[in-house]
């Protein structure tokens, strides 16, 4: 059985909480590099961003402004993290565009990826519950009472959209403005 969303995030965790300062890009005045940040070449972090936790951050991305990105996250190259999005504890694959007033907690988002204005990825279950997903072919208990969505390559995401915690949106998949995946 190939590794579960939720086995590759805490491995992914594990190895950001081990990331050292590394920073080959531009960070403008006004960011905020609140813990510790390897930003790839020719990306950028505009003024307002702020950055806690274990971040790594690919080549030629646009960070902000205004984004909060925590805990241990990883994104791709060419990606766009834009005006209001925060995202927590998250891997995001490359050119995944998440342009503006959106949140995404503890989830992957694979390759290519538009996420549309104003979406939430919910993370925690409102009875605090433990999160199930379903992985091939079983709805199989996680352990956790925080995780997003997996999210594959090529998905359109509407404006508006909210993905319940443990949902996993296949390859390709587009998603109606407004929609709630339950």
Known sequence: MSKTPWEELETACAALQELRP??????HEGAHILGV???????V???????????????NCRIGPNA?????????????IGNAVEVKSSLLGNKV?????????????????????????????HDAGEIRMPWQGNLLPTGRNKLGCLV????????????????????????TPGSVVR
């Not at 940040?37 to 990306?43: K, T």
């Not at 565009?97 to 694979?110: K, P």
């Open 37 to 43: 940040l390897e930003l790839g070449e020719g990306s």
């Open 97 to 125: 565009f998440v342009s503006h007033l959106s949140y995404i907690g503890d989830s992957i988002i694979r390759d290519d990826v538009n996420v549309g204005g104003g979406c939430i990825f919910s993370n925690f279950r």
């Open 22 to 27: 590394a920073v080959h890009g531009q960070v």
């Open 152 to 175: 594959g390559e090529h998905c359109r995401i509407g404006c508006k959209c909210v993905i319940l915690p443990g949902r996993v949106l296949p390859p390709g998949t587009w998603t």
């Open 68 to 80: 909060y990105l925590r805990g241990e996250t990883s994104i791709g190259d060419n990606c766009v």
């Open 45 to 59: 972090v505009l003024p307002g961003t702020v950055i806690e936790g274990h971040v790594r951050i690919g080549r």
